[in-house]
């Protein structure tokens, strides 16, 4: 690993100001990502920029129904929070679905969302990919089973974080510090697929940083996050699921959908959203049509090859599970 400065600074500014000081100057929080990726030789960092001292970072704030997260918010405060538990339920099972206790009292909400991805090819220095400013996506043609199978295009990572799934279907909005402040987003215009730019997985520019996440919940409402993982103790998603609404006078009038491990984005399904929206909850349990508009949710699905394939049924089993569960919860 090469030498490199290390900076605490105490305020986002001076955290911004650092961050512009160098091109080659590295955000960090809690390093489990990081880390591997400068152990591979992937990031040549000339200083890391710990968001550890800054102020305000920590914070989790609840005024009425909306919370606000700071980014230096560890998985587990997320997972041992009880009112998180009862208002953003997919949120704390999204959280409780990464990695492991050690790995989840560390890494932060920021740096989840923010960690890079996980395709062999880009994680090994043998491969230069284009993601990497190579000329070849390797996985094309190659080792592809954990490749996505809708929105790729040049490059086919899946986007690897779990609450990146949960906070879409939650509708949660990105707050971002930078050279001119703040500026506040919803979180499907944070994240960015290969078309629009295949060597950053999200919007942030030099000298900007996520700097807290917003979530708001209505009264009656329920959701739920459900994964699959090849190997039990810990795992990426080979497919996940997240579900969220909330009711009016029985009728949904807010619905989120939102599958992982299929695409380089968290990946919405607006067609149901908007199929749901004003239906009254009991009437959606037994409707042929909903079912069938499920079915065929991934319909522009184009997987990579016969190895990734499977992926389709396991998301569409998964969103099945999810949709019923919270159909029941408000029932
Ligand atoms: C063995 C293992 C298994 C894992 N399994 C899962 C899993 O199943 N599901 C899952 O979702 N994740 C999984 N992860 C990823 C893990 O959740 C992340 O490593 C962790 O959440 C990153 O948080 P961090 O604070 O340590 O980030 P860091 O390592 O500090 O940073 C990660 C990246 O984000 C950037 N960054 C950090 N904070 C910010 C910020 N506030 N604003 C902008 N950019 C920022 C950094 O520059 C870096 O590029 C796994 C990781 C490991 C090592
Ligand atoms: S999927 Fe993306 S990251 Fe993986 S080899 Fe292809 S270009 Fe590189």
Redesign the pocket.
């Known amino acids: 690993m090469d030498s490199f400065e290390y900076h605490r600074p105490s305020t986002q500014k001076q955290a911004s100001l650092l961050l512009t000081s160098s091109p080659r100057a590295?955000?960090?929080?809690?390093?489990?990502?990081?880390?591997?990726?400068m152990k591979q030789g992937l990031v040549h960092p000339e200083s890391l920029v710990s968001?550890a001292d800054v102020e305000g970072m920590k914070v989790f704030h609840i005024n009425g129904n909306e919370s606000k997260l700071g980014?230096?918010v560890t998985?587990s405060d997320i997972v041992d929070s009880k009112y998180l538990k009862v208002n953003f339920p997919a949120l704390v099972e999204a959280a409780a679905?990464?990695?492991?206790p050690q790995?989840r009292s560390?890494?932060?909400l920021?740096?989840?969302l923010?960690?890079?991805p996980r395709c062999w090819y880009y994680r090994s220095p043998l491969f230069d990919c284009l993601k990497k400013g190579g000329n070849k996506c390797f996985a094309v043609g190659g080792l592809d089973k954990y490749h996505s199978i809708i929105g790729g295009e040049k490059c086919w990572i899946v986007h690897?974080?779990?609450?990146a799934v949960a906070l879409t279907a939650l509708d949660a909005k990105v707050k971002i510090f930078g050279p001119s402040g703040y500026k506040n987003m919803k979180i499907d215009d944070f994240f960015v697929g290969p078309g629009i730019d295949i060597h950053n997985e999200n919007v942030?520019k030099e000298g900007e940083?996520?700097?807290s996440i917003e979530i708001s919940c209505d009264d009656k409402s329920s959701s739920t996050f459900l994964k699959f993982?090849e190997r039990q103790s810990?795992?990426?998603?080979l497919a996940s699921a997240a579900v969220s609404i909330s009711l009016a006078e029985g009728k949904i009038h807010r619905a989120g959908v939102a599958l992982g491990g299929i695409a380089p984005i968290p990946w919405r399904l607006q067609e149901i959203e908007e199929y749901m929206m004003g239906i009254p909850i009991d009437d959606l349990r037994c409707s042929d049509e909903f079912s069938a508009k499920v079915e065929s949710s991934l319909g522009d699905a184009k997987p990579m090859s016969e190895n990734n394939a499977y992926k389709i049924d396991l998301a569409i089993s998964h969103l099945k599970r999810a949709l019923d569960k919270v159909i029941q919860d408000l029932c």
């Open positions: 590295h955000v960090v929080s809690g390093n489990t990502d990081l880390l591997g990726e968001l980014s230096m998985l679905s990464v990695a492991t790995i560390i890494g932060t920021g740096g989840n923010c960690q890079r690897p974080s779990d609450i942030l940083f996520v700097s993982k810990m795992d990426f998603a």
